[in-house]
């Protein structure tokens, strides 16, 4: 035999019942709030043209060929399958436009950390068509209702805007490469490394005095207050004014108590053009959510159209659940048919019983009805005695019951 | 109040951390205590440290099985993963090189190179275009020029006596190493007073 046949790959993993049961009604409660938000789920395919993620480090990407010899690529992500289809099969939709997904997305990841799942849920939300702070504010106020109705109560979604970073380095007047370091270092909130390397570039006092500072912008709402006292250009403050606008839009939904600032939030500065989102819980040392403003991207696609959206990684959520000790509804037998000749009557009662609510299997083998129930954990066994009769026995307690086949389903007939 | 967990890279490095978490008063008097335990706890603080081995102390980070680590820069770059990077501590300095037979010169065409840092390497040398073929050891490198199995080596030298000892000497400088302070991403968001307390309390220590 194959050592590899009864393995799964690194990355990827079954889900058995009780945990699939728990991820199914997490993604329900969230695509309830979805859908009565108006966000309607939109499926693409689970693998596409690698073309199309081609603004994406083709290192994370599982890639393949078709019969062609063209590249294919597993979903990276699942925003940019929406994007493409924006600018093509939607591009003559009435805009604004909600849409939503919930489905796997796939990375490449290190083969030596190893443990980092290459396959992962991501259920998301973009808004698409509107460039207004409402939009940014909407989406990121579906999210924390979204956490919310799962029964996560402490989080934190982190606000950066991608115009604050961009604005301040075009006032230092630095050259890319020297931009791209400071950004990885301002990333990294390495103060030292930071100040050695301003150090090196003739930069305007003041502005230098701010980029210092930048990896230390971070925390309540009061950073903009802070932030605003330095001698910022025009780019840097309409930021600045825009991330203000969206906070005190989520004020308006009542959610303050859960949004905090980072304006050194510099990750995926070529996809983000505005808002960049971020949410972080106790007991998962990665983020839950991500998200913000991408309004270049659709136009990459043939029709410029501005965008905003955050995903929820549903694995990430589940462990921040659990952390917390949020209780969930186990899969759960509740009683098993049995017969010995009655077929066509136990299936009358199985069917019965399932209309009221009740989850029902009907015993299919001759022995060990019992054993089989006590160790499903199913708490009675009705078995068919006769055409009219059966006998209700409570595995709790051991009590049999006899009774009608009318008694039992309430007489209906 | 939850605990803190602080993941120190055991060893040299380690004891030197002690010292300095000494100094911003914190107990680390059951961490000097010789005993097989892996976790010790400063219960007034609300904090526990942990001795990991050194290349380990960003995965734990990473993961936010620690929310902070002390640990060189030399196992930072080699891991590269996505951590917040704090504060140099300044101690534990020394340097990442090229090293190889006294008075050599690396030539510009396909050289072997043994080290214990095989990323470290590949992007120094991707950087400078150049093609290696890259050995990857686990300690002792100074051998494999010594023994023939590769022309250079790329590693950390502190004092250098272990090189002139063997006739072997620095060619070429990557990067100057010392302690740093990484923390986790979420973290540092969940707990921001508590661990800006920390790096403050820790910065001024270290640049007195």
């Known amino acids: 035999m194959s050592k590899w046949k009864t393995h799964t790959p690194d990355g990827v993993f079954d889900l058995l019942e009780k945990e699939c049961y728990i991820k199914r009604q997490v993604e329900s409660t969230i695509a309830q709030v979805f859908h009565s938000r108006g966000y309607f789920e939109i499926q693409t395919p689970t693998f596409e043209f690698y073309d199309t993620f081609a603004h994406i480090e083709q290192s994370q990407m599982i890639k393949f060929f078709d019969k062609n010899g063209r590249i294919l690529s597993l979903r990276p992500d699942l925003t940019t399958p929406i994007a493409r289809i924006f600018a093509t099969k939607y591009a003559d939709e009435t805009l604004p436009k909600r849409v939503s997904y919930i489905g796997s997305a796939f990375r490449e990841t290190d083969a030596v950390a190893g443990t980092l799942q290459k396959e992962f849920t991501q259920a998301g939300i973009e808004f698409i068509g509107e460039s207004c702070p ?143 989102v971020k949410g972080f819980t106790e007991g998962v040392g990665f983020p839950i959510c991500g998200g913000g403003r991408y309004d270049n991207l659709i136009g990459e696609y043939g029709k410029p159209v501005p965008a905003t959206g955050v995903a929820i990684g549903i694995e990430r959520l589940i462990s921040a659940l659990n952390y917390n000790n949020v209780e969930f509804e186990a899969p759960q037998v509740h009683t098993l048919v049995y017969y010995e000749k009655e077929r066509a009557i136990a299936f009358k009662i199985a069917d019965g019983l399932r209309s009221s609510g009740l989850c029902v299997e009907v015993w299919t083998g001759r022995e060990g009805a019992k054993a089989y129930a006590n160790a499903r954990g199913i708490g009675g066994i009705v078995k068919v005695v006769d055409g009219d009769t059966i006998d209700i026995i409570n595995l709790n307690d051991g009590e049999i019951t006899r009774t009608s086949i009318n008694d039992l389903l309430g007489g209906e007939e | 109040m939850k605990y803190l967990t602080i993941a120190l890279a055991k060893g040299r490095l380690s004891e030197l951390s002690i010292e300095l978490f000494e100094r911003i008063g914190l107990d680390c008097s059951k961490l000097k205590e010789k005993s097989r335990k892996l976790i010790f706890t400063d219960d007034e603080n609300k904090i526990k440290f942990m001795l990991v081995k050194a290349s380990d102390v960003p995965t734990y980070v990473e993961y936010g099985a620690a929310d902070i680590g002390i640990v060189g820069k030399d196992t930072i770059m080699e891991d590269g993963r996505n951590l917040y990077e704090l504060l140099d501590l300044k101690f534990g300095a020394c340097r990442m090189c090229v090293c190889g037979w006294k008075d050599s010169k690396v030539p510009s065409g396909f050289i072997k190179v043994a080290t214990k840092y095989p990323n470290i390497t590949r992007n120094y040398f991707a950087q400078k275009n150049q093609t290696v073929e890259i050995i990857k050891l686990s ?24 090189l002139k000892e063997n006739n072997l000497s620095v060619i070429e400088e990557i990067c100057s190493i010392s302690a740093r302070m990484v923390v986790n991403r979420v973290s540092l968001k969940m707990e921001k007073e508590r661990i800006m307390d920390i790096v403050e309390k820790l910065r001024q220590e270290v640049s007195k």
């Open chain 1, 134 to 276: 409402e939009a940014d504010a909407e989406v990121i106020a579906t999210t924390i209702k979204a956490f919310l109705a799962c029964g996560l109560e402490k989080f934190q979604i982190d606000i950066g805007q991608a115009e604050f970073f961009k604005g301040i380095m075009e006032q230092a007047k630095l050259d890319g490469e020297a931009v791209e370091s400071l950004r990885k270092l301002i990333d990294q909130k390495s103060f030292a490394a930071v100040e050695s390397l301003v150090e090196g570039y003739n930069i305007k006092p003041g502005i230098k005095e701010l980029i210092l500072e930048l990896p230390n912008f971070f925390g309540g709402v009061e950073v903009i207050e802070k932030a605003k006292e330095k001698p910022l250009g025009k780019r840097a403050g309409a930021a600045l004014d825009n991330i203000t606008e969206v906070y005190s839009i989520l004020k308006d939904y009542g959610f303050e108590k859960y949004i905090s600032i980072d304006l050194a939030m510099v990750q995926g500065l070529n996809y983000y053009t505005g808002i960049i």
């Open chain 2, 139 to 162: 300690g002792s490198v100074e051998l494999a020029p010594l023994c023939g199995l590769s022309e250079f080596i790329v590693d950390i030298v502190e004092s250098g006596r272990t």
